[in-house]
C-alpha cells in the first residue's frame, strides 16, 4: 500500500515555541493532504484540507493563524504549530491521497508535548 | 453539515465471540472506508466500498455497504486477540467525515 511519513514522530517543546512538523508521501503524488488531531480515546478531528500548491482549508474553530499549513509539493505538506500552548499537546496526524476516489492513507503521528 | 455516527463506542468480546461495528451517515455516501488504529499507533486503511449493498470479505473481516449508500457495517468473526484496537469509519460526501470509532478489546 502506500506509505506515508510523518516527521518528527516525537516532540517536546517549551510554551511560546514553534514547531513544524512533516507529512511526506513516499511513493504516490498526495493531491490532497489533510491534518488531523486526536486526543486520548477520542476520533480523529480533522484540521485542515491542503491541495498542493493551493492554500489550505481549515475547519471551523482551527485558528488558521496558529496552525500554518503549507503543502508546496505533491510529496511534502507542512504543519506549524505557532506559539504553542501546553493545550496544543496532543497527537498530530497526517494523510494524503492522490484522488477522491481513493482511500487516505495516514502517516505514523506525531505526538506533541508542550511544557 | 455530513454527520456520520458510530455504534457501539466500546465492545468487550472473550476470544472466540463475534464483533460488529455501525456506521450510520447523515446523507448518502460516495463510499466508505474503514481504518484499523491499533493502540499507540495509526489508523492503518482496511478497505473502501463503493457500490449500493456492496460485501467484501477480508479473511474474519466481513464489510457491507447499506442499500442506500447511508450505512454500513464490520463484522468480525470469531474474534482473536490481535483483533484489538480502534475501527473508523470514514464517509465521504464531497469530503471525509470519520466517525467516532469503536474501540474492540479481546479477553483471551
Known amino acids: 500500500g502506500a506509505v506515508v511519513s510523518q516527521h518528527p514522530s516525537r516532540v517536546i517543546c517549551k510554551s511560546g515555541t514553534s514547531v513544524k512538523i512533516e507529512c511526506r508521501s513516499l511513493?504516490?503524488?498526495?493531491?490532497?493532504m489533510f491534518w488531523y488531531r486526536q486526543f486520548p480515546k477520542q476520533s480523529l478531528m480533522l484540521m485542515a484540507t491542503?491541495?498542493?500548491?493551493?492554500?489550505?482549508?481549515?475547519e471551523q474553530g482551527v485558528e488558521k493563524d496558529k496552525f500554518l499549513i503549507n503543502h508546496a509539493s505533491l510529496t511534502l505538506s507542512t504543519l506549524t504549530v505557532t506559539s504553542a500552548h501546553p493545550e496544543d499537546s496532543s497527537f498530530y496526524i497526517c494523510?494524503?491521497?492522490?484522488?477522491?476516489?481513493?482511500?487516505?492513507?495516514f502517516g505514523p503521528g506525531t505526538r506533541l508535548t508542550v511544557t | 453539515g455530513q454527520q456520520v455516527m458510530q455504534i457501539p463506542q466500546y465492545q468487550h468480546v472473550q476470544e472466540g465471540e463475534d464483533f460488529t461495528t455501525y456506521c450510520n451517515s447523515s446523507?448518502?455516501?460516495?463510499?466508505i472506508q474503514w481504518y484499523k488504529q491499533r493502540p499507540g499507533g495509526h489508523p492503518v486503511f482496511l478497505i473502501q466500498?463503493?457500490?449500493?449493498?456492496e460485501v467484501k470479505k477480508q479473511k474474519r473481516l466481513t464489510f457491507q455497504f447499506g442499500e442506500a449508500k447511508k450505512n454500513s457495517s464490520l463484522h468480525i468473526t470469531a474474534t482473536q486477540t490481535t483483533d484489538v484496537g480502534t475501527y473508523f469509519c470514514?464517509?465521504?460526501?464531497?469530503?471525509?467525515?470519520f466517525g467516532d470509532g469503536t474501540t474492540l478489546t479481546v479477553k483471551p
Open positions: 511513493d504516490f503524488q498526495a493531491t490532497t
Open positions: 491542503s491541495n498542493e500548491g493551493s492554500k489550505a482549508t481549515y
Open positions: 494523510s494524503a491521497r492522490d484522488t477522491p476516489a481513493v482511500p487516505q492513507y
Open positions: 470514514a464517509g465521504t460526501a464531497g469530503k471525509s467525515t
Open positions: 446523507t448518502t455516501l460516495s463510499n
Open positions: 466500498l463503493v457500490k449500493s449493498g
